[in-house]
């Protein structure tokens, strides 16, 4: 079982900034893909972003430029910075973990959440 523990969310004003961390259970984190993704209340959960366990990272369209993600094997932690937030950022946000499990010819992917933190921007 992974835990995940996503921290930093809250209210910003239109052009700050904010650093959501997720801290994960386990010893192998080394070896998760990570990411984020946002959710509107009636709307479908949306990847923002995310990093392989090899470091190589990917972004939605709408925060490329704005939207950092970056991993620390050591600290067991995932971190997205957002800059030059917008009202439209506001969201719910949540981290997702994908453990590799080892099968019979290949590999099957385990996916884990977080419990979200709310981002709010608004003046």
């Known amino acids: 079982q992974v835990q995940l523990v996503e921290s930093g969310g809250g209210l910003v004003q239109p052009g700050g900034s904010l650093r959501l961390s997720c801290a994960t259970s386990g010893s192998i984190f080394s070896i998760y893909n990570m990411a984020w993704y946002r959710q509107i209340p009636g709307k479908q959960r949306e990847l923002v972003a995310a990093i392989t366990n090899g470091g190589t990272t990917n972004y939605a369209d709408s925060v490329k430029g704005r939207f950092t993600i970056s991993r620390d094997n050591a600290k067991n932690t995932v971190y997205l910075q957002m800059d030059s937030l917008k009202p439209e950022n506001t969201a719910v946000y949540y981290c997702?973990?994908?453990?590799?499990?080892?099968?019979?010819?290949?590999?099957?992917?385990?996916?884990?959440w977080g419990q979200g933190t709310q981002v709010t921007v608004s003046s």
């Open positions: 997702n973990a994908k453990k590799p499990i080892p099968i019979l010819g290949g590999r099957l992917w385990a996916d884990y």
